[in-house]
Nanobody, 121 residues
Framework: QVQLAESGGGLVQPGGSLRLSCAAS????????MTWYRQAPEKQRELVAT???????NYADSVKGRFTISRTNAENTVYLQMNSLKPEDTAVYYC???????????????WGQGTQVTVSS
């Protein structure tokens, strides 16, 4: 059974840093893309950052220059390094993966359970 598991959330003061991790486990042939989303209370879920199998990255304008997405292919893990955090970064952060489970060119979508990030003094 394929699962995505996030970790690393918590409470941090404005200006602080956190690193989120998302580990994909189970029988996985390859990972096409891994994306971090976030959802603040009473707001829609929004894309934060994405990384492709080739290492290309894309960021929301609101986090450019502050957040960095990276991945370790050998461990099927993606990270989100968040620096200079602001109160408006407070949200539940979700990991999403587009995964290939076998040699067949069929891709599946998976979500993690989310991890809370709270930025407050």
């Amino acid at each position: 059974q394929v699962q995505l598991a996030e970790s690393g959330g918590g409470l941090v003061q404005p200006g602080g840093s956190l690193r989120l991790s998302c580990a994909a486990s189970g029988s996985i042939f390859s990972i096409k893309t891994m994306t971090w989303y976030r959802q603040a209370p009473e707001k829609q879920r929004e894309l934060v950052a994405t990384i492709t199998s080739g290492g290309s990255t894309n960021y929301a304008d609101s986090v450019k220059g502050r957040f960095t997405i990276s991945r370790t292919n050998a461990e099927n893990t993606v990270y989100l390094q968040m620096n200079s955090l602001k109160p408006e970064d407070t949200a539940v952060y979700y990991c999403h993966g587009v995964l290939q489970l076998t040699r067949d060119l069929v891709f599946y979508s998976y979500w993690g359970q989310g991890t809370q990030v709270t930025v407050s003094s």
